[in-house]
């Protein structure tokens, strides 16, 4: 991140079989960059389905390299 990219994490769960996914965490990061480069989320559980997205709302267009990791 550079000074002026404003970034939305957002987790989505389903919580039973055929429903819908709800938004269950979101994070905002910017506009000043993070000390670190590690800007880990709570741990979210679900046993159906998680969709998780990673936003840019400001600053220039660019790529960030992002994973989603399981415990």
């Known amino acids: 991140m ?4 404003v970034l939305e994490l957002r987790i989505y769960t389903m919580t039973l079989s055929g429903g819908t996914l709800r938004l269950a965490w979101k994070s905002t990061f910017g506009p000043v ?3 670190q480069d590690i800007c880990p989320s709570p741990p979210q559980p679900s046993d159906q389905s998680i969709r998780v997205t990673l936003k840019q709302v400001a600053g220039v267009a660019r790529l960030f390299p992002w994973k989603l990791l399981r415990i």
């Open 2 to 5: 550079v000074l002026g990219d």
């Open 33 to 35: 960059p993070p000390v």
